[in-house]
């Protein structure tokens, strides 16, 4: 008897174990694919056009964690593809045949004289970038719009059009030099700041690690230039890889802005469309007509 029961918490334990391995082994996978879903969601450029097939980026980067094809992002162009390539591990594709590249940034613009208030737009733009109260003339936020071009379809009087925008900050090349860094650590010695221009001028397609060794620290003042026997234009080179990280941020914090608002807009949705569901039916409504004159009308 004494070795059955043994064998009984025995076998329990064992249960007890595997199912103890098996919990920690989903959340920690649950937590691999999540990182995985928002490394890709940061790379994507939070425009919620929908153009991929999914409702906004964050399905989108699930899709594509899922094994979905990263070739679906026009607004994200081959650049987007690029990353998601390295980040994945993937082979680059072009965009897919039936999307439509997008050359310049675009914007949406209402015709106000034309504008007769319907607030369909406002209801169809997935970052709330549209204002104005119904049978009043609405307008666009023009800080908040992505170009997604989802509020053109429900306008019934056609009086939204895109139209190209032009941004003053643009990414500037890096400068071109056949000459190769020679790893002498002449400018090292010659930086006032105590940064590191070698290494920095070979960090200079890698934002991340540029900022690490302190680029934001550089002063531009020259000295490592007229230390450097092969003659780099180190101090060109920072000026602007400065300019393009700013730029680089710039975009990062609007994606965010974006994803935000997207988020707050679905939430909004999903509150309004709770409560549309929650109102009483037809035939419920009547039963309470008529528990109601029943109580005024015995």
Avoid: W
């Avoid at 609405?138 to 941004?167: A, K």
């Avoid at 920095?200 to 900022?211: K, S, V």
């Amino acid at each position: 008897m004494t070795s059955i029961i043994l064998a009984v918490l025995l076998l329990g334990g064992l249960a007890l174990f595997t199912g103890l391995l098996l919990q920690i082994s989903a959340a920690h996978l649950s937590a691999d694919d999540s990182d995985v879903i928002n490394a890709i969601n940061e790379l994507l450029p939070q425009s919620q056009c929908a153009q991929c097939g999914f409702a906004g980026c964050r399905p989108y980067a699930e899709a594509v964690a899922e094994g979905e094809s990263i070739n679906r992002c026009p607004p994200g162009g081959t650049v987007l593809i690029a990353n998601l390539a390295g980040l994945l591990n993937r082979p680059e594709l072009p965009l897919a045949e039936e999307l439509t590249a997008i050359d310049q940034p675009v914007s949406a613009v209402i015709g106000e004289n034309d504008c007769i208030g319907c607030s369909l737009c406002v209801k169809a733009c997935p970052v709330d970038a549209i204002i104005g109260a119904p049978q009043l003339m609405h307008t666009i936020v023009q800080l908040d719009c992505t170009g997604c071009g989802l509020c053109l379809p429900p306008c019934p009087v056609d009086c939204i059009d895109l139209i190209p925008v032009s941004h003053s900050n643009t990414a500037k090349l890096l400068p071109d030099f056949d000459i190769p860094c020679i790893h002498c650590s002449e400018c090292m010695q010659a930086c006032p700041r105590e940064l590191a221009p070698q290494q920095l001028f070979l960090a200079a397609n890698n934002a991340t690690l540029a900022e690490q060794l302190r680029l934001s620290d550089c002063i531009e003042c020259g000295l490592c230039d007229r230390s450097c026997p092969s003659e780099l234009p180190l101090t060109r080179t920072f000026h602007v890889m400065k300019h393009n990280n700013k730029i680089l941020s710039e975009e990062r914090a609007m994606a965010l802005r974006f994803e935000k608002k997207y988020a707050r807009h679905e939430q909004r949705l999903a509150g309004s469309a709770s409560q549309v569901a929650n109102r009483p039916k037809p035939s419920e409504a009547e039963e309470l007509l008529d528990a109601l004159r029943n109580q005024l009308n015995p």
